[in-house]
């Protein structure tokens, strides 16, 4: 991340920016986690874990995300659940498209 230009730190802070806004405003979600990860030099990655209702019977706090992502896999794992997050993606590209549009 230190090594990002300024032009290219404000460019991601931007997306980041946008995204969120986009998940909270086309997808009503309030709370997200994010965890950061440098695995190598010029290589990185930015996770975006939304909180949903379902997932406070796991807990409340970061520690509870380990079990989520497991129910998740093992019991979530479906062709509805599947249609539900195609159509959630969908909807953030709408979102997205004039701050793609008008990156480049």
Do not use: C
Request: hydrophobic content about 35%; proline content about 2%.
């Amino acid at each position: 991340m230190d090594e990002l230009t300024d032009e290219e730190r404000l460019e991601f802070i931007s997306l980041i920016h946008k995204l969120r806004s986009e998940q909270r405003k086309r997808l009503g979600i309030d709370r997200v986690y994010y965890f950061y990860n440098e695995d190598t030099t010029h290589h990185f990655h930015l996770w975006m874990v939304p909180r949903y209702e379902w997932m406070y019977q796991f807990g409340n706090s970061v520690e509870s995300l380990r079990p989520v992502l497991l129910h998740a896999r093992n019991n979530m794992n479906d062709d509805e659940n599947m249609k539900s997050v195609e159509e959630g993606v969908s909807m953030l590209r709408e979102g997205m498209r004039d701050f793609v549009m008008n990156a480049g």
